[in-house]
């Protein structure tokens, strides 16, 4: 079956722009969640989405970075006003609960801010 | 300062050692999972531990979680090239069990 997808895959902008980052889920899979990930690094957790329930927005790093998830589906991540700092690869995943299940992870969106 | 420790942070070996790395917090977790990540894809989970002092195995590969579930490990024999990849330990914080915070990595490169 199809997994989770992210699109762009590349994105390079400039510093100040503002950059949208697309997750389709897992169909059915009611948690979704964004990462960042700096080269060679580990995960940084941004924001999960649980049913209808409010996100946890607690890992955005500032006010910024914003995300949305319609209709318990689709998710867009939105950077406003970009900073060289914001380079990272952006990952997404989706699971069908909470920590003992497993995420799913997206290929990702390479981020690159000039 | 992470809360999910990791080391080695980088081991290079030959094919058919063995090796361990090891994933450390001073917090106690209701369960970890062990991850991993080759180049230009997201994560994939190996195995998830939830009872301290459970050791599972999964062909190679040994996953233990400490008594005071506060650390885990991960043992694999014999190691072989197709194993390269950067092995990263999770686990849930917060309220709900959802958020969940991952080690920095462990990368492991095996040399034919």
């Known amino acids: 079956g199809a997994g989770v997808s992210q699109s762009p895959s590349n994105k390079v902008t400039e510093k100040g722009k503002d950059v949208e980052l697309r997750c389709d889920p897992i169909?059915?899979?009611?948690?979704l969640y964004w990462y960042r990930q700096s080269l060679g690094q580990g995960l940084e957790f941004l924001i999960y989405f649980q049913g209808n329930s409010a996100p946890d927005k607690s890992g955005l790093p500032s006010d910024r970075f914003s995300a949305e998830r319609t209709g318990g589906s689709v998710s867009t991540l939105t950077i406003q006003r970009t900073q060289q700092e914001d380079s990272a690869v952006y990952l997404c995943?989706?699971?069908?609960?909470?920590?003992?299940?497993?995420?799913?992870f997206g290929p990702g969106t390479r981020l690159t801010v000039t | 300062t992470q809360l999910l420790e990791q080391s080695p942070q980088f081991l290079s070996i030959q094919e058919g050692e063995n090796l361990t790395v090891y994933c450390n917090s001073s917090?106690?977790?209701?369960?970890l999972q062990w991850y991993r990540q080759e180049p230009g894809e997201g994560p994939v989970l190996l195995v998830t531990?939830?009872?301290?002092?459970e050791v599972k195995k999964l062909k190679r590969l040994t996953f233990q979680f400490g008594d005071a579930r506060k650390d885990s490990s991960l043992h694999i024999t014999a190691a072989q090239p197709g194993d390269t990849g950067l092995y990263l330990c999770?686990?849930?914080?917060?309220?709900?069990?959802?958020?969940?915070?991952f080690g920095a990595g462990t990368r492991l490169f095996v040399k034919a």
């Open positions: 531990v939830v009872t301290g002092g």
């Open positions: 999770a686990g849930p914080r917060g309220t709900g069990g959802f958020k969940t915070i």
């Open positions: 995943a989706s699971s069908l609960g909470g920590s003992l299940y497993e995420q799913y």
């Open positions: 917090s106690v977790f209701s369960s």
């Open positions: 169909s059915g899979h009611t948690a």
